[in-house]
């Protein structure tokens, strides 16, 4: 079964200056998506941004950026120029991109992020 | 397109008592998903639709609880003779699954979720 290990419980940033959140996962899996959810503390889940594993190329979405290292199953998050309205708690996700499987989304047990002024 | 909204926010009720909640997804999304949140956790999930169907289900739900999806659309999730553990986030998600051209269409979005107390 595939499992995905957040090992930052909380995380605090100066605003503007950039942080990066930690995420490991394991499968025997070759094809799948990993993917960050923000959650702000009204508690709506929002797309961060995704990530696709045939891709070799980090994905960045603005001020959000990926380090995806399949080899060492490693996906982390990196938060340029933060800002406060980047305080939440951010969860990795890992989705089998298998035919006929359920897709579920797997998460982590998230990185709660606070952003200093 | 207007989100995934999920009603009723939040519901307190006693223990014993049946509690019943909506997701209405995205506009023609043809994946709905249930997903349970406790706090300082991940969300688990419940069960899953392809359309009208019920195709999977999470050996978190118990035989008290019961998911329906009507024609497609809106989907109701219901708790039987709750108990205090069944307090939690309870979010939808939905996505626009296998359809040609749409290169993303294995993204879920999220509702707001429902809030369940149980007392």
């Known amino acids: 079964a595939q499992t995905v290990t957040q090992s930052q419980p909380e995380m605090s940033v100066q605003e503007a200056e950039t942080v990066t959140l930690s995420c490991t996962y394991d499968?025997?899996?070759?094809?799948?998506?990993l993917f960050w959810y923000k959650q702000p503390p009204s508690r709506q889940m929002i797309l961060v941004i995704r990530?696709?594993?045939?891709?070799?190329q980090n994905a960045t979405e603005n001020r959000f950026s990926v380090n995806f290292q399949k080899a060492a199953k490693s996906f982390s998050l990196k938060i340029s120029d933060s800002q406060l309205g980047d305080a939440a708690m951010y969860f990795c996700a890992y989705r089998s991109a298998k035919g006929g499987a359920t897709n579920k989304l797997i998460f982590g047990t998230g990185t709660l992020l606070a952003v200093q002024p | 397109d207007t989100g995934v909204s999920q009603n009723p926010r939040h519901k307190i009720t006693k223990r014993g008592q049946n509690v019943t909640f909506r997701c209405d997804p995205i506009?023609?999304?043809?994946?709905l998903y249930w997903y349970r949140q406790t706090l300082g956790q991940g969300p688990e999930f419940l069960t899953y639709f392809q359309n009208e169907a019920q195709l999977e289900k999470s050996r978190l739900l118990s035989d008290r609880f019961s998911a329906e999806r009507p024609k497609g659309s809106f989907s109701t999730l219901e708790i039987q003779r709750t108990e205090q553990g069944d307090s939690a986030m309870y979010l939808c998600?939905?996505?626009?699954?296998?359809?040609?051209?749409?290169?993303?269409?294995?993204?879920?979005?999220f509702g707001p979720g429902t809030r369940l107390t149980v007392l």
């Open positions: 998600a939905s996505s626009l699954e296998y359809v040609a051209g749409d290169t993303y269409g294995y993204t879920q979005y």
């Open positions: 499968t025997s899996e070759s094809d799948y998506y």
């Open positions: 506009s023609e999304h043809n994946r």
């Open positions: 990530q696709e594993a045939y891709k070799q």
